[in-house]
C-alpha cells in the first residue's frame, strides 16, 4: 500500500517534470485566482473594520458657549449623563481644546502665530456625547435636539448614515466585480488544469498503454493524475502565500493612512487567520484541479 | 483453457469483424492462427484480453466466463495473459531490465520480488548481460526478447502473440519462435498470430486458419495454407 503511493507520487513527479511549462502554466492560472480571492477577502475585512470604525465614531458634540460658567456646564453635563442612551460624555474644557488645537496645529506656524497674535483664547468648551450603540444614535440625536440650554451655542452631529451607505455601497459594487473575476479564473483554471492533464496522458501514453497490458490496476493509472492535480493545488497555494504577505506589506502603509486612527493591521488579520485562510484554499483549488483532472482522465485515459 | 463459442464481433454496425467463432484451446498447445490482412486475427486476440467485447456468443478463459468482463476486472485477466506485439511496445528511456520491472511495479510488487523476478525471466530469455542497455542499443529480436520477458512475469497461464517477428528478419524471427516453444513446454498456452508461412509450415503444430472472420481450416500438425 506505501510502496503503491510512492510509486504514485514517483509517477506524478514524473509526469509534472516532463511538462514543466504546462505545470508553470496551471500553476500560474490558478495562482492569479487565488490571488483575486484574497484580494476580496481583504476588501471584506477592510470594509468591515470601516463600518465598524465608522460606527465607533457616533457621537454627538455639544459646543458650548464660552462664557458659561462651570456650574452651569457641570449641571448640564450630568443632565445629559442622566439620559438611558447615553454610555459616556466628555467635557473639553475652553484650555483643553486649546491645547489640543496647538498640538494638532503644531507644525503649522502661522496658524500658532495667528492664534498668538490674538491674545485670547477663542475656542469654546465642548461635551462629547457617545451613544450606548451606533442603532441608538439616531434617537439619542433626536434627544439631544430637543434639549434645550442656554448655554448650548451649536449642535454637531456626524451624519454617518451616509458614509455607512457610501462605504457598504463601494464593498458591494467590489465583492461583485470580484465575484465575476473569480468564476472567470475558477473557470479558466479548471480549462487549464484540465488541458495539461490532457497533454500529461498524452505524453505517457505509452505508459498507460503498457500498464493496461500488464494488469495494472486502474487506480494505479489514474492516480498519480488526480495526485499531480492536488501538487499543482499544493503548489499555487505556496507561491499565493509567498508573495501575498509582502503584497499587503506594501499596502499597508497606505491603510494606515486611510484608517489613521483604528488601528488596522491587514497582515495580522491574515497572519491570525493563516490556516483557515489557506487551508480552505487548498482545499477548494484541489478539488478545482482534481475534478478537471478527473474528466480528462476520463475523456483520454479511459479508465 | 480457451473457448469460443458462436463468437461474432462487430465494431460498426452491420460490418462484422468476426462470425460465428467456434475454437477450442486446450491448456499447454502452441496454435498458430493465420489469415490474410484484415481477416480479424488481431481483433480476435483483442478479444482475448478483453480489450474488445463481443457481440454474440461466448468466450470462456480457463472456468472464467470474460464474454461481459468489467473494465474493473479488465486487470485481473490481463495477469492471466502475456501478449506481445509486431511493435514491442517497449519504453525507450527505460533500460531492458527498468522494463521488465516496470510491468511489476505497477502492479504494488515488492522490489525484493521483483529483483528476483526480472532477473529470472531475463535469464529465461538469455539477455542477463544486456540487461542495463536501452532498447535502441540492442537488435529488434532482443527487444522482441524483452518484451517475452515482460509478459512472463505475472507467470501467465496463455501467452498471446501478435505478429512477434513481422519486423524481424529470418534469423531473428527463429530466435523468437524458439523462444515460444520452449516457453511452450515449460506449460505456457501460446498463440502464434503470423504470416510467415515458412515458421508455420516449420513448427508442425495446429494451425488455425481465418478468413473474412471465420475459421476456414483447423488442422493439426498444419501447414500455411492460404
Ligand atoms: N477499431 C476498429 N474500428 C473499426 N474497424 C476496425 C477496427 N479495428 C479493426 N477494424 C477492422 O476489422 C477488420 C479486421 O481487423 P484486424 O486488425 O483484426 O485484422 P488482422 O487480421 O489482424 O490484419 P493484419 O494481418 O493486417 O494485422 C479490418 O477490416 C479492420 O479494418
Ligand atoms: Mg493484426
Known amino acids: 500500500m506505501l510502496l503503491s503511493f510512492v510509486r504514485i507520487v514517483k509517477f506524478s513527479i514524473q509526469d509534472i517534470s516532463r511538462n514543466v511549462w504546462l505545470t508553470i502554466a496551471t500553476v500560474t492560472i490558478l495562482v492569479l485566482a487565488l490571488f483575486s480571492v484574497n484580494v476580496l477577502l481583504t476588501v471584506e475585512m477592510l470594509s468591515r473594520h470601516a463600518i465598524e470604525a465608522v460606527k465607533e465614531k457616533v457621537d454627538i458634540s455639544l459646543y458650548l458657549k464660552s462664557d458659561a460658567s462651570e456650574e452651569q456646564i457641570s449641571s448640564l453635563r450630568s443632565q445629559v449623563s442622566q439620559m438611558s442612551r447615553v454610555k459616556k460624555v466628555l467635557y473639553t474644557s475652553k484650555a483643553d481644546a486649546l491645547r489640543f488645537f496647538r498640538e494638532k496645529n503644531k507644525d503649522n506656524p502661522e496658524v500658532l502665530t495667528a492664534l498668538r497674535e490674538l491674545g485670547r483664547n477663542p475656542l469654546s468648551p465642548s461635551l462629547i456625547i457617545m451613544p450606548n450603540s451606533a442603532d441608538e444614535a439616531p434617537m439619542l440625536i433626536d434627544e439631544i435636539k430637543k434639549m434645550d440650554s442656554d448655554i448650548i451655542e451649536s449642535r454637531d452631529f456626524a451624519d454617518n448614515a451616509l458614509i455607512l451607505e457610501k462605504i457598504n455601497g463601494i464593498t458591494n459594487k467590489v465583492k461583485e466585480v470580484g465575484l465575476f473575476i473569480i468564476s472567470i479564473f475558477i473557470f479558466t483554471s479548471m480549462l487549464v488544469a484540465y488541458n495539461s492533464i490532457k497533454v500529461a496522458i498524452y505524453t505517457h501514453r505509452r505508459e498507460i498503454e503498457i500498464m493496461r497490458l500488464v494488469g495494472a490496476p486502474n487506480t494505479f493509472i489514474y492516480l498519480p493524475f488526480v495526485f499531480s492535480g492536488i501538487i499543482y493545488a499544493l503548489m499555487s497555494v505556496l507561491i499565493i502565500i509567498a508573495i501575498f504577505y509582502p503584497f499587503l506589506g506594501l499596502l499597508q502603509p497606505y491603510l494606515e493612512v486611510f484608517f489613521m486612527d483604528y488601528n488596522i493591521n491587514i497582515i495580522n488579520y491574515f497572519l491570525d487567520n493563516f490556516w483557515v485562510i489557506f487551508s480552505l484554499q487548498f482545499v477548494a483549488v484541489s478539488l478545482i484541479s482534481v475534478l478537471s483532472s478527473w474528466l480528462a482522465i476520463r475523456r483520454y485515459a479511459r479508465v | ?226
Open chain 2, 1 to 226: 483453457m480457451i473457448k469460443l463459442i458462436n463468437v461474432s464481433k462487430s465494431y460498426l454496425k452491420n460490418i462484422e469483424i468476426l462470425h460465428d467463432i467456434n475454437l477450442y484451446i486446450e491448456a499447454g498447445e502452441f496454435v498458430s492462427l493465420v489469415g490474410q490482412s484484415g481477416s480479424g486475427k488481431t481483433t480476435l486476440v483483442k478479444v482475448l484480453i478483453g480489450e474488445e467485447r463481443v457481440g454474440g456468443g461466448r468466450v470462456i478463459i480457463g472456468d472464467w466466463d470474460i464474454t461481459r468482463i468489467s473494465k474493473r476486472e479488465v486487470p485481473y485477466l490481463r495477469r492471466q495473459i502475456g501478449v506481445i506485439f509486431q511493435d514491442f511496445k517497449l519504453l525507450p528511456k527505460k533500460t531492458l531490465w527498468e522494463n521488465v520491472a516496470f510491468a511489476l511495479e505497477v502492479c504494488g510488487q515488492s522490489p525484493a520480488k521483483i529483483e528476483k523476478i526480472v532477473s529470472s525471466v531475463m535469464r529465461l530469455v538469455g539477455l542477463e548481460d544486456k540487461k542495463n542497455r536501452y532498447p535502441h542499443e540492442v537488435s529488434g529480436g532482443e527487444q522482441q526478447r524483452t518484451a517475452i520477458a515482460r509478459a512472463l512475469v505475472h507467470q501467465p497461464k496463455i501467452l498471446l502473440a501478435d505478429e512477434p517477428t513481422g519486423n524481424l528478419d529470418s534469423i531473428n524471427a527463429n530466435e523468437i519462435i524458439d523462444l515460444l516453444e520452449r516457453i511452450n513446454k515449460f506449460g505456457t498456452t501460446v498463440i502464434l498470430v503470423t504470416h510467415n508461412r515458412e515458421i508455420v509450415n516449420q513448427l508442425k503444430k495446429r494451425v488455425i486458419t481465418i478468413d473474412n472472420g471465420k475459421v476456414v481450416s483447423d488442422q493439426e500438425k498444419g501447414k500455411y495454407l492460404l
